[in-house]
């Protein structure tokens, strides 16, 4: 026991004692203090991984929207090309019922023009007839010969109409 009576054992005990006495509220703090890091790293990593879902469901939202608009557009691509079909095909039935009115109303001038000169024909003849039956009664002709001559006069200018 004379190791009890040696200043420096005693001093070697007091700083073993004084060590463990310390140690233990070192590492109490140092303890707590790495506790509220690992709580505030399971915060962070909790606020990532939300932060996270959100941008996934905003990134599936907006493909969602994207392919919606994709399909809108993809519509309203395929109703215009209907509707372009549509307006060809009633521009060439409008031209079409156009060219028939003006091919009509052309075919009935030529009509209007050939009865016209037919008519002024006739008059014509009719004219030529008068006159000569003026000069056959003028002349002396007697009426049988003076018919006769209108008569042949109608029919030559007849078959020159035709």
Request: hydrophobic share 45%; no cysteine.
């Amino acid at each position: 026991m004379e190791f009890l009576h040696d200043p420096e054992t005693w001093v070697a005990l007091a700083t073993v004692i004084f060590v463990i006495l310390a140690t233990r509220p070192i590492m109490r703090a140092l303890g707590k203090m790495l506790d509220e890091r690992s709580a505030k790293i399971r915060s962070d990593l909790a606020e990532a991984e939300k932060l996270r879902a959100e941008a996934e469901k905003l990134l599936a939202d907006y493909q969602r929207r994207q392919r919606q608009a994709l399909k809108e557009a993809e519509g309203i691509l395929a109703h215009a090309k209907d509707e372009a079909l549509r307006i060809r095909k009633e521009s060439a039935a409008n031209i079409e019922t156009a060219l028939k009115r003006r091919e009509r109303q052309a075919l009935e001038k030529i009509a209007q023009a050939e009865t016209q000169a037919v008519a002024e024909v006739r008059n014509q003849a009719v004219n030529l007839a008068i006159l000569g039956a003026q000069k056959a009664l003028s002349s002396g002709l007697d009426a049988a010969r003076a018919g006769s001559l209108i008569d042949q006069s109608v029919a030559e200018l007849e078959r020159r109409l035709h």
